[in-house]
Nanobody, 122 residues
Framework: QLQLVESGGGLVQPGGSLRLSCSAS????????IGWFRQAPGKEREGVSC????????NYADSVKGRFTISRDNAKNTVYLQMSSLKPEDTAVYYC???????????????WGQGTQVTVSS
């Protein structure tokens, strides 16, 4: 079973930055596109960003464009989500997902991590 592990969450003040990591211990992420999703209390899970398996294509939700950057280091078997200029509305549990990318769209598969909490508050 493909298992993903997120890390890097925490408490940060508005305007601050965090870098989330998504890794896997027993398989290579290189074969998959990776998506980041988030779920705030009382809200549905929403897509934040995604990156193709080659790293050549990325997508961002309008709410995070210009503030978040997704990248991957296939040598380290890790995908990152650099989050800057954080806002209270970015508070959520962030999940990574392994899926597929094609025709400019991300197609999640049923491979999820356990999530990491991001709280933006003063």
């Amino acid at each position: 079973q493909l298992q993903l592990v997120e890390s890097g969450g925490g408490l940060v003040q508005p305007g601050g930055s965090l870098r989330l990591s998504c890794s896997a211990s027993e398989f290579t992420l290189n074969d998959y596109a990776i998506g980041w999703f988030r779920q705030a209390p009382g809200k549905e899970r929403e897509g934040v960003s995604c990156i193709s398996d080659s790293g050549g294509s990325t997508n961002y939700a309008d709410s995070v464009k210009g503030r978040f950057t997704i990248s991957r280091d296939n040598a380290k078997n890790t995908v990152y989500l650099q989050m800057s200029s954080l806002k209270p509305e970015d508070t959520a549990v962030y999940y990574c997902n392994a899926g597929a990318y094609g025709s400019g769209s991300y197609y999640p598969k049923d491979y999820w991590g356990q999530g990491t909490q991001v709280t933006v508050s003063s």
